[in-house]
């Protein structure tokens, strides 16, 4: 377990709960670091595709994550504020955005080595003056100290949709059809997986998202922490 001390909001939830959108935002007002956790197993998942690696072939894909060089960077940009991922200093966030690579982010995060090389990477974004961190198990197994621990959920229907309005929104071409086959897939892998499953902390706040807006869930997440007490820089 992580011995700093720097305050730690952990947003974890299924893919197209809200969790990345809602990250990003606070990490921005906050003016705190921001990790998605989702993305470094994507990075792993798209240099393994790019390699021609199997993914099924565990010591390859674990060498693959403990190498990663990866920067997360989040801007204003003509959608609102957006999360900027770096493999080798060059900015691959469109090619982390398409099905395949978030199918392979899946299927590696299944195995143990690869999550035991990346767990100390993921601690590391914890500094001054604090980390919103999104993923599958930030509040249960990176981050179990955490000041404050969300656990976002929504249907499956619900998911497909955003993701791919969100697909479309950014010009790329997408199937509502395949987008939920593949969400359905990837709830049943992380949560049936034996490490690391994604399921709630025993102390997480859990928001069904379903029928809320981004900028629902973010205020409801703000008033959160405001009754945590966390000193949160630019919180009024």
């Known amino acids: 377990m992580t011995i700093d001390l720097s305050p730690v909001i952990t947003i974890d939830g299924p893919g197209g709960s809200g969790k990345g959108t809602v990250g990003q935002r606070l990490a921005w007002r906050f003016g705190w670091e921001f990790l998605d956790s989702g993305a470094l197993y994507r990075l792993v998942g798209l240099c393994a595709l790019g390699r021609d690696i199997k993914l099924d072939s565990v010591r390859e894909i674990a060498n693959i994550a403990r190498n990663l060089e990866a920067q997360f960077a989040v801007k204003e940009g003509d959608f609102g504020t957006e999360g900027i991922i770096l493999l080798e200093d060059q900015d691959v966030s469109s090619k982390l955005r398409t099905e395949d690579c978030a199918s392979a982010a899946s299927q590696v995060a299944q195995y143990d080595d690869v999550r035991q090389a990346l767990l100390e990477r993921q601690r590391a974004f914890r500094v001054e003056p604090g980390l919103v961190a999104d993923g599958r198990d930030m509040g249960t197994v990176?981050?179990?100290?955490?000041q404050l621990k969300v656990f976002l959920t929504a249907s499956a229907e619900i998911r497909a949709e955003r993701r791919f309005k969100q697909l479309k929104t950014k010009g790329m071409s997408a199937s509502l059809s395949a987008i939920l086959a593949d969400i359905q897939a990837r709830d049943y892998r992380d949560t049936h997986r034996s490490v690391?499953?994604?399921?709630?902390?025993?102390?997480?706040?859990?928001?069904?998202?379903?029928?809320?807006?981004?900028?629902?869930?973010?205020?409801?997440?703000?008033?959160?922490?405001?009754?945590?007490?966390?000193?949160?820089?630019?919180l009024s």
């Open 142 to 146: 990176v981050f179990p100290d955490a």
């Open 196 to 234: 690391s499953p994604l399921i709630p902390a025993d102390d997480a706040v859990i928001l069904d998202t379903t029928l809320m807006s981004v900028d629902d869930v973010e205020q409801k997440v703000l008033e959160l922490a405001k009754s945590r007490f966390l000193q949160l820089g630019g």
